[in-house]
């Protein structure tokens, strides 16, 4: 580790303990040859599946083109930023857990629906209306119908 001053090789941790956050180990170290302390974060190296485009193109997974998706969904609806992150958090880790080397996009895009649905119902049919691409207001009327059939089941259900 080259420290960030003047890029000596040689420095010792003399502190060790893990963020706040509870997923990197924060280590405070100071260099051996000018003596300044500085911060370094340790953390786990999480391998994505690459993401298979509709149309064939492979493109690496980015957390971020999912959390616009979503606050592009909620815009002006009363859902915090940090429950938008959680949601985008519980997404990624989905894709974590998918056992193959890529993922198509579709996969996400359900996903990010399913996240959405139980969310908020007005974030869910804004995004499926981009997802979906619907063609004609017939289209939109349908996925609006099961919106509300589902809804009136999982009052009948409990759930």
Do not use: W
């Amino acid at each position: 580790m080259k420290c960030p001053f003047c890029a000596g090789a040689e420095n010792r941790v003399i502190d060790s303990r893990i963020s706040k956050e509870g997923n990197a180990i924060r280590r405070r170290r100071e260099c051996d040859e000018c003596g300044k302390r500085f911060t370094t974060y340790e953390f786990v190296e999480e391998v994505l599946p690459m993401v298979v485009k509709k149309d064939g193109r492979r493109e690496p997974f980015d957390r971020n083109k999912i959390l616009i998706g979503i606050k592009k969904a909620c815009e002006k609806r009363p859902i915090s930023v940090d429950v938008m992150e959680e949601t985008a958090d519980r997404i990624e880790q989905a894709c974590q857990e998918f056992q193959a080397k890529e993922i198509p996009s579709s996969v996400i895009g359900e996903k990010v629906m399913s996240e959405l649905h139980d969310l908020d119902e007005v974030a869910y049919v804004r995004f499926a209306s981009v997802y979906r691409q619907f063609r004609d207001v017939n289209e939109f009327l349908e996925e609006l119908e099961d919106l509300k059939k589902r809804k009136t089941e999982s009052r009948k259900t409990g759930r």
